[in-house]
Structure formats: structure tokens, C-alpha cells
């Protein structure tokens, strides 16, 4: 058998799936750059390209959307960016072994590293053949699977910037079982200062120009402190 043929099979064992139908997926990993003389070729791989990022847009938008779901749609928005950017599929694709496995033509190669915008096409081409070979769960596994660490970063790194109610919310009721209690009075001079109770403790206290606002402060304090605790 191939090397090229072993790495394949070893990248879809790692991936949890089957061999089946091996023709999308082989010319998933063979860039256009490689098929000098078949134009055909080249054009289903950029056609599994904008499937495969299809895909991927919805697999990362599902997900944000059930397991967050204080969150709004800017935020989202903003979370699955950080995900799915080029720089952390290339990322992703030669964590799981892509630049060991596609196929790209002698120009290509001839440069020395791949760069990273081709491992993210290729990640992107493989995703579609996936999909169109095993279907959309499989597709999505293999996604959720390749990128969870992307995941985990945006969690633990953006999260709590962009939505710090909804995040220790999700932190409290899992350590503890219940939700933050916020108490927020307004003051003579129209501005509003909001206290966040955890397990009866007085965990953030902030000022601000809307309760909205003043809430959204005290959490983040909150956060910043029970991270101190290991929470």
C-alpha cells in the first residue's frame, strides 16, 4: 500500500471513521496545485472546499447555540469566528496530521512547509467529502472532534469577556447547583451599583451606567475570583 494510502488510513482511524467510499476523500486531500492536467479534479476539490466550510459554519453554530445559551447573537457571532478563522483550521489540520497526508503539487512542495492556508482549504475539502461519503453527523463529529481544543480556548478565553452573566451562571449551577443572586440598587446620581451573591458570598460588586452594565461588571469580579479558587 502507499504511504500516502497508510497516512490516510491512519488519519481516518484517528478520526473514528470507516473506511468506505475512498474518492471523495481522496480528492479532498489532493490540492488543485497537484492536478496540472485535470481541471475537473481541481474544481470538485474547491467544490468540497465551500461544502466542507458550509459545514463547518453550521456544526460550530449549533453547538455554540445549545451550549450557551445566555448568550446573544453578537456574541456567537464573535465566538464561532474565533473558532473557525484559517489560522486554527490550519492549526487543527496539522494537529491531526493533514501536511503529512494531502497531496499538493511539485510548486507547492518545492516551498517547504505548507503554508497554512492550504492545510485550512484542505481541512475544509476533507469536512465536505466526509460529509457527502458519511453524512452530516459524521461530518460533525469530526469537526466537534478536530476542534475541540479551539473550543475549550474560546471558552475558557472569551467567554468570560464577552458574556460573564451567562458564564458564571453556567459555572455556579454546575459546582453548586443553584444561580448567582444579583442585588442592584440605582443611586441618587442615576448610576447603578450591583452585587453578585455565590453560595451566600458577596463574590463581585461593581458600578455602573445601567443595571445591565453593573451586573455584567460585578460577574466578571466574580469570575476573576472564583478562578482564584479553582472554580
Not at 445559551?69 to 474565533?82: H, V
Not at 472532534?145 to 451567562?166: F, H, T, W
Not at 448567582?180 to 453578585?196: G, R
Request: one cysteine or more; glycine letters at 6%; a positive charge.
Amino acid at each position: 500500500m502507499p504511504g500516502k494510502n497508510r497516512a490516510l488510513l491512519h488519519l481516518l482511524s484517528q478520526l473514528k471513521i470507516k473506511m468506505g467510499d475512498i474518492e471523495h476523500i481522496s480528492i479532498a486531500l489532493t490540492h488543485p496545485s497537484y492536478y496540472v492536467d485535470d481541471r475537473v479534479k481541481a474544481r470538485l476539490n474547491q467544490r468540497l472546499e465551500f461544502l466542507g466550510d458550509a459545514v463547518i459554519d453550521l456544526t460550530i453554530s449549533e453547538y455554540l447555540f445549545r451550549h450557551y445559551p445566555e448568550a446573544d447573537e453578537g456574541t456567537l457571532t464573535i465566538l464561532k469566528s474565533n473558532i473557525v478563522s484559517k489560522t486554527k483550521l490550519a492549526r487543527c489540520g496539522r494537529k491531526i496530521g493533514l501536511e503529512d497526508t494531502i497531496r499538493v503539487g511539485k510548486s507547492v512542495r518545492s516551498k517547504g512547509r505548507i503554508n497554512d492556508r492550504i492545510i485550512a482549504q484542505i481541512f475544509e475539502s476533507l469536512t465536505g467529502a466526509i460529509f457527502l461519503s458519511y453524512g452530516l453527523g459524521k461530518a460533525s463529529d469530526y469537526v466537534l472532534y478536530s476542534l475541540k481544543d479551539e473550543i475549550a480556548q474560546v471558552r475558557n478565553k472569551c467567554l468570560a469577556e464577552l458574556e460573564p452573566r451567562g458564564t458564571l451562571q453556567m459555572l455556579v449551577e454546575r459546582k453548586y447547583g443553584e444561580k448567582p443572586k444579583y442585588i442592584t440598587v440605582k443611586t441618587d446620581d442615576n448610576m447603578f451599583i450591583s452585587e453578585v451573591f455565590v453560595a451566600d458570598r458577596c463574590m463581585g460588586k461593581a458600578r455602573g451606567n445601567s443595571k445591565k452594565e453593573a451586573e455584567k461588571l460585578a460577574a466578571k469580579e466574580a469570575l476573576t475570583k472564583l478562578s482564584y479558587e479553582g472554580l
